[in-house]
């Protein structure tokens, strides 16, 4: 077996190495519904960028991420050049000091250059890496950290959950001719606990392979406009602060210059950042009919998004929202109520 080494940015995945226990136990089969808890049948959480009737585009599992390690890492940069500028003024002033500030230069100058390189995982990149979806043609087309493009066959991915820092992904292995080798991972779309992972599978999975695409199209409310043009400051604040009820509210002001910090921190990561430009092979595979009655993006948002982000939508919004998203995984449960369950 070749030697072990990661893949990935924020959260770098093993490759060239077996599958483990955990993976095995959890792998999602094509061509299977997966059954799972609770009332939904599918959960997208807000990370579709496009859908329609040819293709699915989602976001990579670092994009929700993004300005969370360089906020914190900025303030640390700010405070030793500030400190070590100040040394220079004073050592200028004064020659005796020299000597002190050489060695203080000695400890602090690495652990700059150490945070400067953690900050650029971040930044002067791509502003997210997607993965998208080509249901008429079946593939999987993977926009990868290393600016490469993979294109494979739905069904010859190994698609399963991986841990890592207590983050579990949902993400896609290239196995080797053995079944057991892992050759290549990309993550996508969602992190979170593996009954949420199971809903998102599902979508996903439902997408690739069943008759269910106005239901799906009804189950998106949010879409990041990142498809062809960066990110906003305003959005990537929106996206940061998103809350699942008012009860949010309550930890609001406490949380407020952590979000402001991300948020500047995310600004700056999308600004310094390139968008990804698919091949023109992936856009000859993606071509959509001017005609296609499914067109999810972000025209599609919430027309009063700081409503939508703050869980404070008027009662009659907030209803006919989560009754047409019932009544669509509903129609979607009764359309797999015919298949083998996983």
């Known amino acids: 077996m070749a030697k072990k080494n990661r893949v990935g940015v924020l959260s770098p995945f ?12 959890h792998h999602y089969h094509q061509g299977r519904v997966k059954k799972h808890g609770g009332e939904a049948a599918v959960l997208n959480f807000d990370t579709v960028i496009t859908m329609n009737s040819t293709y699915l585009e989602v976001v990579d599992n ?27 003024i004073a050592a200028v002033s004064d020659y005796e000091l020299l000597v002190p500030f050489f060695v203080v230069s000695i400890i602090f100058i690495p652990i700059l250059i150490f945070l400067s ?4 995982l971040e930044w002067f990149r791509k502003t997210h890496y997607p993965v998208r979806f080509n249901r008429q043609k079946q593939l999987v087309h993977v926009y990868q950290t290393n600016n490469q493009i993979l ?39 969602y992190w979170g606990d593996k009954v ?19 239901e799906l199209a009804d189950t998106v409310t949010l879409c990041p406009p990142i498809a062809d043009k960066k990110e906003s400051y305003i959005f990537g604040l ?25 948020s500047l921190a995310r600004f700056i990561a999308m600004q310094t950042s390139k968008i990804p430009q698919w091949s023109q092979e992936v ?15 972000a025209r599609i948002n919430p027309p009063h998004l700081w409503r939508y982000i703050f869980a404070n939508d ?3 919004v907030y209803q006919a929202r989560y009754d047409k998203q019932q009544s669509a995984n509903q129609r979607i449960k009764l359309k797999l109520e015919k298949h083998k369950i996983d």
């Open 151 to 189: 294109t494979l066959p739905w069904k010859d991915i190994y698609f399963t959950t991986y841990e890592w820092r207590n983050n579990v992904n949902l993400v896609g292995h290239i196995l080797d001719k053995d079944g057991e080798t892992v050759l290549n991972t990309f993550g996508f779309g």
């Open 196 to 214: 949420e992972l199971d809903h998102y599978w599902e979508f996903i999975r439902c997408y690739m392979e069943e008759d269910c695409l106005e």
């Open 283 to 297: 856009l000859d595979d993606c071509i959509v009919s001017p005609n296609d009655p499914i067109q999810v993006d």
């Open 117 to 120: 390189k953690v900050i650029l």
């Open 62 to 88: 670092d994009y929700e991420k993004i300005g969370q390690a360089s906020s914190l890492l900025m303030v640390f940069v700010i405070m030793i050049i500030t400190f070590l500028t100040a040394g220079i």
């Open 314 to 316: 008027p009662l009659e």
């Open 238 to 262: 929106q996206y940061i602060i998103k809350m699942e009820s008012r009860l949010s509210w309550i930890f609001f002001l406490f949380m407020l210059p952590i979000y402001f910090m991300e």
């Open 14 to 25: 093993t490759i060239n190495r077996p599958l483990n226990r955990r993976e095995k136990q």
